[in-house]
Protein backbone atom coordinates (compact mmCIF):
# COMPACT_ATOMS: atom_id res chain seq x y z
CA UNK A 1 0.00 0.00 0.00
CA UNK A 2 1.40 2.96 -0.90
CA UNK A 3 -1.09 5.77 0.24
CA UNK A 4 -1.54 6.10 4.07
CA UNK A 5 -5.29 6.44 4.98
CA UNK A 6 -6.17 9.13 7.68
CA UNK A 7 -6.73 8.22 11.28
CA UNK A 8 -9.99 7.68 12.40
CA UNK A 9 -11.70 11.25 12.87
CA UNK A 10 -13.88 9.46 16.39
CA UNK A 11 -11.12 7.72 18.34
CA UNK A 12 -7.70 8.70 16.22
CA UNK A 13 -7.25 5.02 15.55
CA UNK A 14 -4.07 4.49 13.04
CA UNK A 15 -5.54 1.26 11.76
CA UNK A 16 -8.78 2.56 9.50
CA UNK A 17 -8.97 0.33 6.07
CA UNK A 18 -11.48 1.22 2.80
CA UNK A 19 -14.65 -0.87 2.47
CA UNK A 20 -16.07 0.18 -0.93
CA UNK A 21 -16.15 4.37 -0.88
CA UNK A 22 -15.81 4.07 2.63
CA UNK A 23 -13.16 4.11 5.69
CA UNK A 24 -13.69 1.93 8.59
CA UNK A 25 -11.71 2.22 11.73
CA UNK A 26 -12.03 -1.82 13.72
CA UNK A 27 -11.50 -0.31 16.77
CA UNK A 28 -14.66 1.71 17.63
CA UNK A 29 -16.47 0.36 14.20
CA UNK A 30 -16.83 4.63 12.83
CA UNK A 31 -17.21 4.86 9.51
CA UNK A 32 -16.96 7.72 6.81
CA UNK A 33 -16.44 9.09 3.41
CA UNK A 34 -12.84 9.33 2.29
CA UNK A 35 -13.88 12.67 0.25
CA UNK A 36 -15.34 13.91 3.02
CA UNK A 37 -13.38 13.51 6.15
CA UNK A 38 -13.78 16.08 8.57
CA UNK A 39 -11.28 18.48 6.64
CA UNK A 40 -11.56 22.46 7.55
CA UNK A 41 -8.29 23.90 6.69
CA UNK A 42 -8.80 26.87 4.44
CA UNK A 43 -12.81 27.16 4.80
CA UNK A 44 -13.65 30.00 7.20
CA UNK A 45 -17.47 29.40 9.15
CA UNK A 46 -19.31 31.95 10.32
CA UNK A 47 -22.07 32.47 12.87
CA UNK A 48 -25.70 33.68 11.82
CA UNK A 49 -24.65 37.44 12.51
CA UNK A 50 -20.81 37.04 10.88
CA UNK A 51 -18.35 35.71 13.68
CA UNK A 52 -16.06 33.79 12.85
CA UNK A 53 -16.15 30.33 14.22
CA UNK A 54 -13.64 27.66 15.43
CA UNK A 55 -12.71 24.49 17.59
CA UNK A 56 -13.73 24.96 21.52
CA UNK A 57 -15.86 28.10 21.09
CA UNK A 58 -18.75 28.14 22.79
CA UNK A 59 -22.14 28.99 20.80
CA UNK A 60 -25.48 29.96 21.92
CA UNK A 61 -28.78 28.62 19.85
CA UNK A 62 -30.90 31.63 18.68
CA UNK A 63 -34.04 29.51 17.52
CA UNK A 64 -35.95 27.08 18.73
CA UNK A 65 -35.39 23.58 16.39
CA UNK A 66 -37.23 20.61 16.75
CA UNK A 67 -35.06 17.18 17.16
CA UNK A 68 -36.57 13.91 16.02
CA UNK A 69 -36.98 11.51 18.74
CA UNK A 70 -36.86 14.67 21.59
CA UNK A 71 -40.30 15.62 22.53
CA UNK A 72 -38.68 19.14 23.90
CA UNK A 73 -36.10 19.69 20.84
CA UNK A 74 -33.65 22.11 21.38
CA UNK A 75 -34.89 25.60 22.82
CA UNK A 76 -33.00 29.14 21.83
CA UNK A 77 -30.84 30.37 24.09
CA UNK A 78 -29.27 26.70 24.79
CA UNK A 79 -25.52 26.76 24.92
CA UNK A 80 -23.19 24.62 23.66
CA UNK A 81 -19.69 24.55 24.60
CA UNK A 82 -16.75 23.32 22.94
CA UNK A 83 -17.89 22.97 19.23
CA UNK A 84 -15.48 21.12 16.30
CA UNK A 85 -16.15 22.81 13.02
CA UNK A 86 -16.45 19.63 10.20
CA UNK A 87 -17.31 18.48 6.91
CA UNK A 88 -20.97 17.40 7.75
CA UNK A 89 -23.65 16.65 5.62
CA UNK A 90 -25.62 18.88 4.08
CA UNK A 91 -25.58 22.47 5.21
CA UNK A 92 -24.41 21.16 8.73
CA UNK A 93 -21.26 22.31 9.52
CA UNK A 94 -21.09 22.09 14.09
CA UNK A 95 -20.29 19.02 15.31
CA UNK A 96 -21.10 19.27 19.30
CA UNK A 97 -22.91 17.56 22.02
CA UNK A 98 -26.08 19.09 23.89
CA UNK A 99 -26.93 18.59 27.47
CA UNK A 100 -30.23 15.85 27.54
CA UNK A 101 -29.93 15.67 23.59
CA UNK A 102 -26.26 14.19 22.69
CA UNK A 103 -24.23 14.30 19.97
CA UNK A 104 -25.27 15.87 16.52
CA UNK A 105 -24.76 18.30 13.63
CA UNK A 106 -25.79 21.73 13.66
CA UNK A 107 -26.08 24.61 11.00
CA UNK A 108 -23.94 28.02 11.51
CA UNK A 109 -26.67 29.89 10.46
CA UNK A 110 -29.05 28.71 13.71
CA UNK A 111 -25.96 29.55 16.57
CA UNK A 112 -24.20 32.90 17.31
CA UNK A 113 -20.96 33.28 19.32
CA UNK A 114 -20.91 33.62 22.71
Known sequence: ???TLPPCPACSSQYTY??????????CAHEWQATTAPDTAGAVITDAVGNVLADGDTVTVIKTLKVKGSPTGIKAGTK??????????????IDCKIDGIGPMQLKSSVVKKS
Do not use: S, Y
Open 1 to 3: MTE
Open 18 to 27: EMGALLVCPE
Open 80 to 93: VRNIRLVNGIGDHD
